[in-house]
């Protein structure tokens, strides 16, 4: 069964720092293309950061680039995204997903996680 959780959000000031986690089940892991997406209310789910099975190949929305780090830990079936530098408009829901393809449109990834709510308070 594929299976991804998220964990790590929370409440924090501006210009402050938080890492999110997702626990990935083990076949999706290893085979799959992992992405970031979040979504901020009244708004659509976007884009933020995606990573190659191997873990090689990076990418990032212009919007985070420079202030977010997405990393997999394989050992631990968990991605990771370190996020810093945060502002208010980084608010929203955060979720992982999992692709077949390296793209960056959400239609095209096959499963999510429940999400985890990051709250940037000016």
């Known amino acids: 069964q594929v299976k991804l959780v998220e964990s790590g959000g929370g409440l924090v000031e501006a210009g402050g720092s938080l890492t999110l986690s997702c626990i990935v089940s083990?076949?999706?892991?290893?085979?799959?293309?992992l992405g970031w997406f979040r979504q901020a209310p009244g708004k659509e789910r976007e884009f933020v950061a995606i990573i190659s099975s191997t873990g090689k190949d990076i990418s990032y929305a212009d919007f985070v680039r420079g202030r977010f780090t997405i990393s997999k830990d394989i050992a631990k079936n968990t991605l990771y995204l370190q996020m810093n530098s945060l502002k208010p408009e980084d608010t929203a829901v955060y979720y992982c997903g999992a692709s077949d393809y390296w793209v960056v449109r959400e239609h095209e990834y096959y499963t999510w996680g429940q999400g985890t709510q990051v709250t940037v308070s000016s």
């Open positions: 083990r076949r999706t892991f290893s085979r799959s293309v």
